[in-house]
């Protein structure tokens, strides 16, 4: 089945304990992306990829890193967690570029204490 | 600067009742945009896109340039339209895609 993996699903974890969500897609996509969802503050774009080795900055990078070594994964991780990064968070892939449809994953609960 | 804005944080209404939800842009250039929408416990998904031209679902949405609005519209609203629906822009020569702040539509019976 074509689908985009994420884990965990959820994750409570404490200030400044290093962390990496991780994101997986099967459909051979050439753009990544990661997003946060937060109340009142809708889909917002944290870093994303237009292929293996090439990540830019979305909206809101501060505090995130990423990495794309290989074209089905793209990591996220939060070197040093605060609790202004507990949120929901979304990977997407799609087709070459961000024009085409983004492939959703279920989403990754983070609570940083 | 560019931006999506979604003015409506939720929209009730009856079933069978017209449906319409706002989505506003900010760009500079030709605009790609899109509806996505999440219903619950399921995945966010493409709902559709303004260069399809398409009817999904019995939504239809309509790029108004002069206006620069690419409203969400259903005639008849269903129980099962009730979902959350983000509007979404991209920027070409960034290739990042920007949400709105999303509208929750509720369908009462």
């Known amino acids: 089945e074509a689908q985009v993996t994420q884990n965990p699903r959820y994750l409570i974890t404490v200030t400044g304990k290093k962390l990496t969500v991780t994101c997986s897609q099967n459909?051979?996509?050439?753009?990544m992306s990661w997003y946060r969802q937060d109340p009142g503050l809708g889909l917002r774009q944290i870093y994303y990829s237009m292929n293996v080795e090439v990540t830019d900055k979305g909206d809101v990078p501060e505090g995130y890193k990423v990495s794309r070594k290989e074209k089905r994964n793209f990591p996220l991780i939060l070197e040093s967690p605060s609790p202004n990064q507990t949120s929901l968070y979304f990977c997407?892939?799609?087709?070459?570029?961000?024009?085409?449809?983004?492939?959703f994953g279920p989403g990754t609960r983070l609570t940083v204490l | 600067a560019q931006r999506v804005t979604q003015p409506e944080k939720l929209l009730s209404v009856f079933k069978g009742a017209p449906v319409e939800l706002k989505c506003n842009y900010s760009y500079s250039g030709s605009p790609e945009l899109f509806w996505y929408v999440q219903y619950s416990r399921q995945r966010l998904q493409l709902l559709l896109r303004?260069?399809s031209r398409e009817s999904i679902k019995g939504f239809t949405a309509d790029l108004n340039k002069g206006e620069t609005s690419f409203h969400l519209k259903k005639p008849f609203a269903q129980e099962e339209d009730s979902a959350m629906y983000y509007c979404?822009?991209?920027?070409?020569?960034?290739?990042?895609?920007?949400f709105g702040t999303g509208t929750r539509l509720q369908v009462f019976p």
């Open positions: 979404a822009l991209l920027s070409y020569n960034t290739d990042k895609l920007i």
């Open positions: 459909m051979n996509h050439e753009y």
């Open positions: 997407a892939s799609s087709y070459l570029t961000g024009d085409n449809e983004q492939f």
């Open positions: 303004h260069i």
